[in-house]
């Protein structure tokens, strides 16, 4: 089992969380996030007064998909977020040692 | 044949003829004894019943219509604070403070009336001296369903009166952009208080009230200018609200930490109502439904259109854009500065007066404010005081006989019909405005700051007032 973390723009949320569901990704958490990467940020004037915001709205979505998945699934994100702009976003990939099923228990890649 | 269809033709001709005088016989002779019975004196008494009963007939019909539009006016008025003024502050400040910028403009709604009622809108509007009205009308004695000739001769007296209510609620309202983020509630409800009571009603009473100083439809001392509020409500607010700021000093923070509008939607909406609003405002200060109505909602109109076209030209060629921001803080600024002016200026007076004020106000804001340095923090004093002030000299300038003979019919009113003698009263006026704002606010915060002190603690500050003061927040993201 392995953790797949993708910081993405959110107008294209809906294009990879598509693309995710046609492989057959059953579950996702997205979080609305706010950062920065390479892109910096940019500057906002209210009054004459600027603010430079270097947070930008992102967002953040994790899913956890059994190994033979994983290339599958960043293939899948990949081809439904790129723009090919700075601001795209990153992927990250990390192992997961348990997985856990509230509702019965059931433990592994059954609880996923 | 043809004789016989001439023979029957004739004789009913002739039948129709004597039965036709018969039956105007009749009808002539019951005239004659109709027109004989009644005395001549009785004929008179008749007619000058009906003289009378259609003279309280037109006067009925025409304070049922004043009093409509008097009325909707009033409710306008009252829109400009809550939700108006309430929303265009409330998206200015941060999201910890929502609530508690809302509420002091709505707490004016609440203490404000009561006041009204107890005594100042009769140290405002009663019999006074020239510069502060009595207790005459105290707890509202004698403001009965009648009208009042000396202030609005078709509308009952306490239609004016809640009208005038609304003027004293939004006033004090302005003042709170100026020390937003950091006032304790309970001292601003003391100073607003005060404030009412020592700065707004004297000055009420001398521009509008019987015998004002300033008074110009009552014939004051120094005749001075303002249909609808220049120097009694923006001047007065404006200015106090620059005392307010510099006496209070700077918000935490400022100006290093980032301080952007959390939501300049809800200030969109807030400047949209304040301008529909102000209809009500400028356009009821004729106190009547007639032609000067037309005139002053026109003017408001066409003021506030072209400073949002200034404000937003003004802003496109310094900082290469058009805000959003910028447009609706251009419209309220031209909706202050026609203010005085709405009621004396043609349509074309008043997009010289808007546009002028769009550009000045812009620069007030954005130069004027960092070359000083104080944390206007809504810019009350950039918008109201200055903008005020702007229109109040303008409508010396471009007030017009034609629209409004207040000093007699074809007599000149303004600088460019050759009465340069108002622009000095004009002046005059607004530095009156000015003083009594400066030397007032500065005595009443220098008490309210000595018995319980006026800011909120540096933690409260930084929990924001929502939390501090209220024990509430506006947004709640847990639920």
């Known amino acids: 089992m392995q953790k797949i973390e993708a910081v993405i723009q959110p107008s294209k949320l809906d294009a990879v969380k598509d693309a995710l569901v046609e492989i057959g990704v059953d579950g996702m958490t997205i979080l609305e996030a706010r950062g920065h990467g390479r892109q910096k940020g940019h500057t906002e004037v209210y009054r004459g007064r600027e603010y430079s915001v270097d947070l930008l709205p992102k967002v953040k979505l994790e899913i956890v998909v059994t190994d033979e998945m994983v290339d599958g699934a960043v293939n899948a994100i990949i081809s439904a977020a790129r723009t090919g702009t700075i601001g795209d976003g990153k992927i990250f990939i990390s192992k997961i040692d348990e997985a856990i099923r509230i509702r019965n228990d059931e433990r592994g890649e059954i609880a996923l | 044949m043809r004789v016989a269809v ?61 009093n409509g539009w008097m009325l909707v006016s009033a409710a306008l008025v009252l829109m400009m604070s809550g939700p108006g003024l309430a929303l265009f502050y409330g ?59 000396a202030y609005a001769a078709t509308i009952p007296l306490q239609t004016f009166m809640v009208y005038q209510l609304m003027f004293a ?47 110009a439809a009552q014939g004051g001392r120094i005749p001075c200018l303002d249909f609808a509020g220049g120097t009694v ?42 301008w529909v609003g102000w209809f009500g405002f400028n356009a009821g200060s004729a106190l009547s ?34 805000s959003a921001l910028g447009a609706i803080s251009g419209a309220v600024a031209g909706l202050v500065a026609i203010t005085p ?26 130069k004027v404010k960092s070359w000083f340095g104080y944390d206007d923090s809504l810019d009350a004093f950039g918008v109201h005081g200055a903008g005020g002030t702007l229109g109040a000299i303008l409508t010396g300038i471009f007030a017009n006989s034609t629209i409004n003979p207040i000093f007699g019919a074809g007599k000149a009113t303004g600088l460019l019909e050759g009465n340069w003698h108002q622009l000095v009263n004009q002046i005059g006026g607004v530095a009156i405005a000015w003083t009594i704002s400066i030397v007032g606010t500065l005595i009443i915060l220098f008490v309210v700051d000595k018995t319980m002190g006026l800011r909120v603690s540096e933690d409260e500050e930084r929990d924001g007032l929502d939390l501090s003061q209220h024990g509430e927040e506006g947004y709640d993201w847990a639920h």
């Open chain 2, 6 to 66: 001439v023979k029957v033709f004739l004789a009913l001709l002739l039948v129709l003829g004597v039965g036709g005088t018969v039956i105007t016989g009749q009808t002539a002779h019951a005239q004659t004894s109709a027109a004989a019975s009644p005395s001549q004196t009785d004929r008179l008494a008749g007619l000058e019943k009906q003289t009378a009963d259609n003279t309280i007939a037109i006067a009925t019909a025409q304070t049922a219509g004043d």
């Open chain 2, 91 to 149: 998206g200015l400040v941060r999201k910890k403070n929502v609530l508690g910028t809302m509420m002091q403009t709505f707490a004016m709604m609440a203490l404000v009336t009561v006041l009204w009622a107890l005594v100042s809108y009769s140290l405002a509007f009663g019999q006074g001296n020239a510069f502060i009205g009595g207790f005459h009308n105290a707890f509202l004695q004698g403001v009965g369903l009648a009208p009042d000739p």
């Open chain 2, 169 to 215: 609620i939004i006033t004090p309202a302005l003042i709170t952009g100026a020390f937003a983020e950091r006032m304790k509630f309970s001292s601003m409800l003391v100073f607003m208080t005060l404030w009412s009571l020592f700065i707004y009603s004297p000055m009420a009473h001398m521009v509008w009230g019987k015998g004002g100083l300033l008074n």
């Open chain 2, 233 to 274: 409500v923006h001047v007065t607010s404006g200015v106090s609200a620059l005392v307010t700021a510099i006496f209070l000093g700077k918000r935490l923070g400022f100006p290093k930490e980032p301080m952007p509008p959390h939501s300049v939607v809800l200030s969109f909406i807030g400047a949209c109502l304040l």
């Open chain 2, 289 to 322: 439904a007639g032609t000067l109505a037309t005139s002053a909602f026109v003017a408001t109109h066409f003021g506030a259109a072209a400073a949002a076209i200034g404000w937003m030209a003004a802003e496109w060629i310094r900082q290469g854009k058009a």
């Open chain 2, 341 to 366: 002016a709405a009621g004396f200026v043609t349509p074309l007076s008043a997009l010289w007066i808007g546009l002028a004020a769009g550009i000045f106000c812009y620069l007030m804001v954005v």
